[in-house]
Structure formats: C-alpha cells, structure tokens
C-alpha cells in the first residue's frame, strides 16, 4: 500500500508524519506539502520545515505552490474553501499520476466536532453533520485522537512543529469556535467529544438510510435532465428528494424554498428559472424542470 502524507508542519501533521508506520502498518510513504502563499516568509518558513524533515527522514516529498488568493477571488470563494479546492485537486491528480492508494490528511477529533458546529452553524442537511469521516481517495486516521492527546505525545519525545499564526485570529469562525465556544462546551461536558462522535455515527447512519431512498428513485424523476415534477410529487418524501436533486446546482435555501412552493402549488412552471453558483433549474413547458450544471455560471 503506498501511502500520501499530507503534511502542513503543524502539530497535527507532524504526529501523523512521526506515527505513520504505526497508522498504517507495512505501507510506504511519501509527503506533499502546500504552500498556499498566504503568509508570506510564514508559508515559506513552513514548506523549509517539511523539506528539512523529509531529507533527515529520507522520505519522498511533493511541493506545490498556488495562487492562492487570486483563485479565490477569480471563483468567488472565500480563502479557506479556495485552499481546499486546490489542495484536493492536487491530491487526486498525485495519487492517479504517482500511484498512490489514499491521502492522509491530519484532521482530529476536535476538528471533527468544530467542522460539525460550523456546519450547524450554516444551515445544513443531515450529510453536513456526518462529522468528516473517509471519503473517495482521502483517509483521516486521527479522527479518534484529541488536539490534547496530539500535543502531550509531541511534547512527551520533545518533537517540533510549526505554528501558525493565523490559527489565533478571531477573523475565522473556526477559530472562534476553538477558542471560545468549544470551551465552554467542555466545561458542560468533558466528554463533549466522544458525545459528538457518538451522534454523528447515529445521524451516518440515519443518512446512509435517506441515501438509499434517494438512489432508489432518482432515475424515476430526474430523466435526461429532465426532474418530472407529477413523478417527484407522487414520492413518500419529495422535498427531500427534490432538495437532492437540486443541491448539484448550488441554489440557495429561499431558492429552494421558492423552488419547492411552485411545484407544490400546482402553477405552471414554464419560463421560471432558479439560478444557483454551479447550476440552473429552468422551467419547461409541462411538468417538468431542466437541471442545467455548468461551473461556468
């Protein structure tokens, strides 16, 4: 099994770099590492960390540098979500052109239960508060370990990492999140954590169920681009399904709502169109609704 370590230089990355053969028995390993080029002699100082780290370990390494606050401005994205974009677009590319079997990624049990607040916070479905999980190419074998239990380990065998800076900024919600919230959270429930993980097994699970609804009637309704609306309206549960279908396209949720109140009223749909960030749905003569996915919109 050849194995791709996603290593930033921070302390979670390092104690996934440092414990790798233990993580994943008898694979090899390689590193990548991004310089997202956002704080300046920061970044650079984080990517000659990796590089010196991987020389004394005699590790293979993968560097790539992005722009990435000109991507996030060209596509209308916010910093972090352009970072990810980039990052697993890179890590897909190198697994298919280098072999690898999987990513690994340094996300834990804290990041699990932020990324689950944040989500809660946003507005989401049932599959935003699945908790992060595996997912295609990309494995996170820290989701059971705690930010404490990280820190205490790399402490215990006086092992360095890199600190980033931006991780005390109150300008992300994440961190305010870590920093204020989540505290107090604790204080209430020291088990806050395996809480959470315990609930978020439970709603994968109820999830896994609602996916399996939707697969077994999604070629029912949606027909060459076409959601047949008396098809969608005859289901158990056709918001849900209709939200499904729709969320490719990026609509918002007062789209959606709007979306949902012409087909339940029975109007005719024909001209109407609902336009969202990666997708159009537009009204036809008839019953029926054409889903249009293009990026470009």
């Not at 087909?263 to 019953?287: A, D, L, P």
Request: with cysteine; glycine share 8%.
């Amino acid at each position: 099994m050849k194995v791709l370590l996603a290593v930033s230089g921070g302390i979670d990355s390092m104690y996934m770099a440092e414990r790798a053969p233990e993580l994943f028995p008898g694979a090899s390993f390689a590193v990548c590492h991004c310089n997202f080029r956002l704080r300046g002699d920061e970044s650079d100082g984080d990517e000659a960390f990796v590089r010196d780290w991987c020389a004394r370990k005699g590790m293979p390494l993968f560097v790539k540098s992005f722009p990435t606050a000109d991507f996030a401005r060209q596509n209308d994205l916010s910093i972090e979500m352009a970072a990810r974009e980039l990052r697993y677009s890179w890590f897909g590319e190198l697994c298919s052109s280098e072999g690898f079997d999987c990513v690994a990624v340094a996300h834990n049990a804290d990041d699990n239960a932020e990324t689950f607040f944040l989500n809660l916070l946003r507005g989401t479905g049932t599959r935003g508060l699945r908790g992060m999980g595996d997912r295609d190419f990309i494995v996170r074998p820290l989701l059971g370990i705690s930010r404490t239990e990280i820190r205490s380990w790399m402490e215990e065998r006086g092992l360095a990492w890199r600190e980033d800076s931006t991780n005390a900024s109150p300008a992300y919600k994440r961190n305010r999140l870590r920093g204020e919230v989540i505290p107090v959270l604790k204080e209430m429930n020291p088990s806050l954590l395996s809480s959470l993980g315990r609930t978020m097994e439970h709603i994968r699970q109820v999830d896994d169920i609602a996916e399996d609804y939707f697969l077994s009637v999604r070629d029912d309704v949606l027909r060459s681009g076409m959601i047949r609306i008396r098809t969608l309206l005859a289901l158990k549960h056709p918001r849900y399904v209709l939200f499904r279908l729709a969320e490719p396209a990026g609509l918002t949720e007062t789209a959606l709502d709007n979306l949902w109140e012409l087909i339940n009223s029975g109007r005719q749909v024909g001209g109407r169109e609902f336009v969202g960030k990666r997708g159009i749905i537009r009204g036809r003569s008839g019953w029926r609704l054409e889903l249009i996915l293009d990026k470009t919109l």
